[in-house]
């Protein structure tokens, strides 16, 4: 069943070679295939999926050549891609699943983020060896929400309405799928795998779920004993497989199997259920990560949602679905999946007659002084660095994290912002009301996309500043995900077709599917807040918060109290408006030393994304000021557009000049009648006039009146010397999924 011709290996290692070059700088010609290079190698393995082998063993010498030639920037590609193929391959042999193993543990020894995806492939690997097909079977029945006491875990990706590719991925198909690749996986080429598909779509939906049920508990017990036994899993499958297709079929399967059977039918892996909603109101991302822990059949929400106010929200409500591209930014959210409690762990029999998920859980009453998990937390001292996938931390008391939410969002830096803004409110809500928390692990990832008449060079940068710097950080990303945007467009203005026999290779969604299942390593952001003051002192200060840039512009002058300008005057000494500012300055020593200037400035720009490489966080080249304490390292990017007078023989002048600085803090206000116009996140809808002075600082976690009350406690019981040393709040960081991190 495995290729040995030359023709098919060198075709192979084309292709590979074709998806490194891509991510090298010295091919300009390959820039309008980016992305496909990816993509049509997995094709050609999942057409015929006994090129797999080959294809693992030529993945395999590139990554051992990279590591001697100490070529690191393609390793970390190279270990998703040889993941990816074990996943949905059969017929891998044991050696070259052990081969891959010693080669991620030698990659523990390097630097993160490549220990971190090394340690991460190893894990999986050492269970995939000894339980083979343990990877897909997981995939399969998290994606698809195929209830399993033995491996209860549930999740959904979220994206375009992209029903014409899920037409077939019914339940009863995504178990036959799941059957036939653990078995095809363990038995090789002793399954006659043609026989084995057509009896399994000839059962009907009853003796289906018995036998899915049987694989997943064979698969998952073996998979969850400290010592796997490969030969113990063989046997469990074998007698699985004898009770299906009978003793005869199955003996003469062992003998060889048909030998006109050239090639064994292929087993796709179903693209997660996936639906796309507008953003249209502040609160969806919350009343949707509520809608995604209640079951579909549900028509009450567990003890827990109940007491949640949903804002009218009726319990049946479904969102509406639009299938256009929108200029607005979008939002998706998870389909609601499975129950709020993982079942009581025990071994489900060969009779059990259907697929169902237990509803209802017992009603617990939190802690009063609870804090929250470090499951919303990232790692200590991070800030846009790699960190473990999902973060968990502990958990509450009998409270097992089942759900995971992956929320994709396309849009520009605008709807980055917007989601800034979500994210903060969401985390402030867990304070009031802690029930998502527990059960939810939420992932974010990110597609940059600009509306048609945007996708200019200018707009691209103007408004993709956060997708360029991933894209630097993560050649991965560069290379799959950030060209996806021109092939967006062109699937939308494609009319629709109604032919619904024509065979769907959906190019889009496949990337996006990829991007979601191997897009573990996020990326931590800074939130930062401001805090707004008004020239009507009747208003109240304005609070909000920004995650990419913070815009500062003069508003049309005032005229001062005698209605007129004085003669002596200068136009340019009439532009802009004199401003204090006074700021931390960032120090490579991590000291606080503040600065408080007086000047004439037509405008200024706060920015929190690196304009450049030399820029990205670390201790040497973006260090941290706000205080001595802090670990982590970021800082604005300040840029003040400057009037200057200068005198000389011909008399006085006056000039613009841009002066750039970096803080954490910084405290503007008009000194003159003149106001001024903020502008967050680059939105126009998120504006605020008539301004006198604003405060700008990281924001830092929500806390709780329980957490405060704590913390007060534990503060006047500490000794006097440490009294008066005052705590550093913790930042508030927002994730975004990337495949590697960042790379330094």
């Not at 206000?669 to 605020?688: A, G, I, P, V, Y």
């Amino acid at each position: 069943m495995q290729y040995q011709r030359p023709d098919v290996e060198l075709d192979l290692l084309r292709s590979v070679q074709a998806v490194l070059r891509e991510l090298g700088d010295q091919a300009p010609a390959l820039q309008n295939n980016q992305g496909m290079w990816r993509w049509s190698l997995h094709k050609k393995v999942e057409r015929d999926p006994r090129k797999s082998p080959a294809l693992v063993r030529i993945l395999l010498r590139e990554l051992e050549k990279a590591e001697s030639e100490d070529l690191r920037h393609v390793i970390i590609p190279l270990l998703h891609t040889i993941m990816y193929v074990l996943t949905k391959a059969t017929g891998i042999t044991e050696e070259l699943y052990r081969r891959t193993y010693t080669f991620c543990i030698k990659l523990l020894t390097l630097p993160t983020p490549y220990c971190t995806v090394a340690l991460d492939c190893a894990i999986q690997l050492k269970t995939e060896t000894a339980v083979p097909g343990t990877l897909y079977q997981r995939m399969v029945i998290a994606e698809q929400n195929l209830m399993s006491e033995l491996y209860p875990y549930q999740e959904s990706a979220l994206l375009l309405e992209i029903e014409a590719a899920q037409m077939q991925q019914t339940p009863e198909a995504c178990m036959r799928h799941v059957v036939s690749h653990a078995l095809q996986a363990a038995l090789g080429e002793a399954c006659h795998a043609a026989a084995l598909q057509k009896k399994l779509k000839a059962s009907p939906r009853r003796l289906l779920e018995r036998y899915f049920h049987a694989v997943v508990a064979a698969v998952e017990q073996m998979a969850n004993e400290p010592r796997p036994s490969r030969a113990g899993h063989l046997e469990k499958l074998e007698e699985i497989y004898c009770s299906l297709l009978g003793p005869l079929a199955a003996a003469r399967g062992r003998r060889g199997g048909d030998p006109l059977q050239d090639q064994p039918p292929s087993i796709p892996l179903p693209s997660p259920h996936i639906s796309f909603h507008l953003w249209t109101d502040e609160e969806q991302l919350w009343k949707e990560l509520v809608l995604f822990l209640r079951p579909r059949f549900q028509l009450r929400l567990s003890a827990d949602l109940e007491a949640l106010d949903l804002h009218g929200l009726p319990p049946d409500r479904e969102l509406a679905r639009v299938s256009v591209l929108s200029t607005d930014s979008g939002i998706e959210r998870d389909l609601p999946s499975g129950a709020d409690e993982p079942p009581a762990s025990s071994s489900p029999e060969l009779e059990r007659a259907s697929l169902q998920r237990k509803g209802g859980i017992k009603k617990r009453t939190w802690p009063v002084d609870l804090w929250l998990p470090g499951s919303w937390h990232a790692p200590p001292g991070l800030h846009r660095k790699t960190g473990g996938p999902g973060g968990d931390g502990e958990l509450l008391p009998g409270v097992s994290r089942v759900h995971t939410a992956r929320v994709l969002v396309l849009g520009d830096d605008r709807m980055l912002g917007r989601l800034a803004q979500a994210y903060h409110t969401l985390r402030k809500r867990e304070t009031q009301k802690f029930c998502l928390t527990p059960r939810l692990s939420l992932q974010l990832y990110y597609i940059p996309m600009l509306a048609p008449e945007e996708a200019t060079a200018y707009r691209q940068a103007e408004r993709g500043e956060l997708a360029a710097f991933l894209g630097r950080v993560d050649r991965w990303y560069q290379s799959t995900v950030n060209t996806l945007c021109p092939a967006i467009h062109k699937l939308a203005e494609m009319p629709p077709s109604f032919d619904t026999s024509r065979t769907v290779d959906p190019f889009i969604l496949d990337v996006i599917t990829y991007y979601v299942r191997m897009g573990t390593q996020p990326i931590y952001f800074q939130i930062y807040k401001v805090k707004i003051f008004f020239s009507d002192g009747s208003q109240d200060p304005a609070e909000d918060v920004f995650l990419t840039e913070l815009k500062v512009k003069v508003q049309d002058s005032r005229f001062p109290k005698d209605g007129f300008l004085s003669k002596k005057r200068g136009v340019a000494e009439g532009q802009g408006a004199e401003l204090s500012i006074c700021y931390q300055k960032a120090l490579l020593s991590h000291r606080t030393r503040e600065v408080t200037v007086s000047l004439r400035a037509t405008g200024l720009v706060l920015k929190a994304i690196p304009a450049n490489d030399s820029e990205v966080a670390g201790p040497t080249h973006f260090p941290h000021s706000a205080a001595p304490a802090a670990t982590d390292h970021t800082c604005l990017n300040v840029s003040v557009t400057e009037v200057v007078k200068s005198s000389n023989l011909a008399g006085r002048s006056f000039s613009i000049v841009t002066n750039t600085f970096r803080t954490a803090n910084i405290q503007i206000e008009s000194q003159e009648q003149r106001l001024l116009m903020l502008s967050l996140d680059k939105d126009n809808r998120r504006t605020f006039k008539d301004v006198v002075r604003f405060e700008v600082a990281p924001c830092p976690e929500p806390r709780s009146g329980a957490q405060k009350s704590k913390a007060s406690w534990l503060s006047s019981h500490r000794q006097k010397e440490t009294e008066t040393i005052k705590p550093t709040p913790k930042p508030l960081l927002m994730p975004i999924n990337t495949f590697s991190g960042i790379i330094q």
